[in-house]
């Protein structure tokens, strides 16, 4: 007589188990799917933003707004470089589900695109060669780029050593960094950065860099609600690990950048800019860390209002709908034997 057998069910892989899960049928995770197709539609080169007329523009600025433009591109010089070394040392080592990882295989392209058209930027901006040599090298000998960089840092030194995360401990200092990532760096040290951009825009000036800014700003703004969107499905899976104390490190986290970015903001605006000065952006930081808080699902601390009429298109309360009211809106079209021409 045969004994029957049992068959049991394996156990259900969470999204920061350990492992390199390669099976995409059947998806788990469908909504990051969707985000890369989405991604994969909005591709753009370097090659496509015209700066002849930048060129000329140099000229007009004053030696105030000369010194904010260096060093906006001293920042962008490095800035990409930085979240792109976290993504292929921490992101896509933690992050288990193969829909998950090609969208980071596409963020990480995006942000070489970005370092591409930063390089170009350096070298259409300051043709003297020591003056972009010293651009390169912002982080190491101008205080507020450096601040910010160790800020960084910090934070891609906090998992180093983390091979697998197999702990609830070693799950919230995952979860620290990419929200660090996420709300800190790219939702707000670039989108500080961007409004000097548009602000620059505002005056007619540099609209190439206005051009290219729109694209970057759409990418970072979809990475953004990638990372969030992979906080939601832990918070799901692990509701355990979003206690008390994870909440208050992030909104310490996030009173930390919004100093570091401070610093930033009174090195480029100096004794200030027309329409432009360090109080200013210290309310319009406050402003976006708010809506990060918001977004992790944390008590908003400032309760500050944009000051920046010129950001109302790049309002960051309203990414959701970025992409349908752009009016330079970039899209090309994808072929293959997967559709991706549904709206987006």
């Known amino acids: 007589m045969t004994t029957p057998t049992t068959e049991t069910t394996p156990a259900r892989t969470l999204l920061l188990d350990p492992g390199m899960d390669l099976t995409l049928r059947p998806m788990r ?3 990051f799917y969707e985000q890369y197709r989405a991604a994969i539609r909005n591709t753009w080169t370097v090659e496509e933003v015209d700066l002849a ?3 000329s523009d140099l000229g007009k600025l004053s030696t105030g707004e000369h010194h904010l433009v260096k060093r906006l591109v001293a920042f962008f010089a490095t800035g990409d470089s930085i979240v792109a070394n976290n993504l292929v040392l921490n992101l ?3 992050i288990n589900a193969p829909e998950a990882r090609l969208y980071l295989s596409r963020q990480l392209f995006e942000e070489a695109v970005h370092v591409q058209f930063y390089l170009t930027l350096l070298d259409t901006y300051l043709p003297d060669h020591e003056e972009r040599a010293q651009a390169f090298a912002a982080i190491e000998h101008i205080p507020s ?7 960084c840092f910090r934070w891609i030194d906090s998992i180093d050593a983390l091979d697998e995360l197999r702990t609830v401990e070693d799950r919230r200092k995952f979860l620290l960094n990419l929200i660090c990532f996420a709300a800190c760096i790219e939702g707000l040290f670039f989108y500080g950065a961007f409004a000097y951009v548009y602000w620059l825009r505002s005056r007619g000036l540099l609209d190439g860099l206005a051009t290219g800014t729109n694209w970057v700003f759409r990418d970072e703004s979809m990475h953004m609600n990638f990372a969030f969107s992979v906080v939601d499905t832990v918070r799901s899976e692990e509701p355990e690990l979003f206690d008390e104390e994870l909440g ?3 909104t310490q986290m996030l009173r930390e950048a919004v100093e570091c970015e401070l610093q930033f903001a009174r090195d480029v605006c100096g004794d200030g800019l027309p329409g432009m000065n360090a109080e200013d952006m210290h309310r319009y930081l406050r402003y976006v860390a708010d809506q990060r808080l918001t977004r992790l699902g944390l008590p908003a601390v400032f309760g500050d209002t944009n000051p920046f009429p010129f950001m109302e298109l790049q309002d960051a309360q309203e990414l959701t709908n970025f992409f ?3 009016v330079s809106a970039y899209q090309v079209a994808v072929s293959g034997s997967v559709s991706l021409d549904e709206e987006f």
């Open 29 to 31: 995770y469908p909504a």
């Open 53 to 55: 007329t930048d060129v």
């Open 92 to 94: 896509y080592k933690h």
């Open 145 to 151: 780029i450096r601040q910010k960089g160790e800020f």
């Open 248 to 250: 208050r490190q992030v």
């Open 324 to 326: 349908e009211r752009r």
